[in-house]
């Protein structure tokens, strides 16, 4: 009899502690890390400790060179580099620290002003003992709730993120499409609505269409509004007022915020209202539903074989047990990470949007799996940037699919007998009725459409041009469609 499965999560039984061995419990953390890395330095844990950090510093250095304070010392570049240094050169010990403090704080805002705290007390064993930097204790943290960090600190991560790592897989995707388009912009194919035969285009044209989808929501994403705000407890700067009541907080808050890159919202509660992060997870997503509709049209392409994967691109294995087969797995992967991005992001986009009055913290938790969002978006965009480097068209199973249908130049015909009878001529009557009679449940070659065509009498040059039609001539502007995405210098 075999060992009960539930025993082997005991370690008492004799099999080892993954959960002690501190195994990733997400997959973006373990088996794909390698390709969502780069957000870890913005979306992490770490990654906004160190733009807290960042922005607390900042907050102190602008306080003190506007001469908000009175009484408060002024700098020497020696003593602003040093405070700056310490988000710079954040690494595994300040994390640690952080921890330390949070482990009696509780608190992760809190511990990260007492890890500043320690840092401005170790100032005299590097700047000497004329520093100033102790006795500014009081500064760090003046006139801020958490939200006050947080949000600015969330602001500059995602921007980061969207900047450096989103929107750079995106563009890389867009590029691949840009090629397909231009590759395949002369090879005609049958097109297929509700899956049946349809007037045909080009390879070219249907990946045109999904590039010019697909950089509409980029331009949307480059334009987001990043806003942040700095205005204490409700919105209202009340604690700066009475404290120093001859200062414009007004304007300082607002040079403040938009020195760090962002831009300014003067009217909040307690939290930065989140609008824009709504606004930029919902066209994130948007993007992410586009290219989920690329990877199940290329995935069908495949099985129809108008798309060949090359076997070097794609790799050995594609089935354990047919090894016949090559499974388009990045269209598949690319198709579920997408749905999980999706979900994430809409999850995000419709929570943030809320708070109950003043402040709640469903906010603080939601946010936390940005980066998890994002995560699976940019796996998805790598996965199809490999998927399309790894096919070739195949333009003569398009050609067998085109010479099989010639059914489809039925709606040239017609159309060219409505024109004719418009203009005057007789005997044009009734072209879809005729024509539906002679396509619709028949299978129809190249002699029956052309014998056809000659017992209408079309005028003469009009009976000429759809002789010498052909389904794969049947193409229309798709040619010039598909190079309107192409970016100029090609």
Known sequence: MSADWSTLFSPSHGYSDLAASGEPLSPLDGRYRTAVEPLANHLSEAGLNRARVHVEIEWLLHLLDKEVLPGAPSLSNAEREYLRALPRSFSEAEIRRLAHFEATTRHDVKAVEYLIAEHLDKAAHVLGPNTCLPGLREVVHIFCTSEDINNLAYALTVKAAIEQVWLPSARALLDRLHRLSEVGADVPMLAHTHGQPATPVTMGKEMAVFAHRFARQIRRVEACEYLGKINGATGTWAAHIVSVPGADWPKIAREFVEGLGLSWNPITTQIESHDWQAELYSDVA??????????????????????????????????????????????????????????????????????????????????????IALGHSILAYSNLVRGLDGIDLDAERMAEDLDANWAVLGEAVQQAMRAAAIAGHTGMANPYERLKELTRGHEVDAAAMRDFISTLGLPAEVEERLLALTPASYIGAAPQIARWVLPRER
């Open 286 to 371: 948007r993007a992410g539903r586009i290219a989920h509709n690329l990877a199940t049209d290329c995935w069908t392409y495949i099985s129809m074989g108008y798309f060949h994967q090359n076997l070097a691109a794609q790799g050995s294995t594609g089935s354990s047990t047919m090894p016949h087969k090559v499974n388009p797995i990045r269209f598949e992967n690319a198709e579920a990470n997408l749905e999980v991005s999706g979900a994430l992001l809409d999850s995000l986009a419709s929570t943030l949007v809320t708070s109950r009055m003043q402040r709640d913290l469903t906010d603080s938790t939601t946010q936390r799996n940005i980066g």
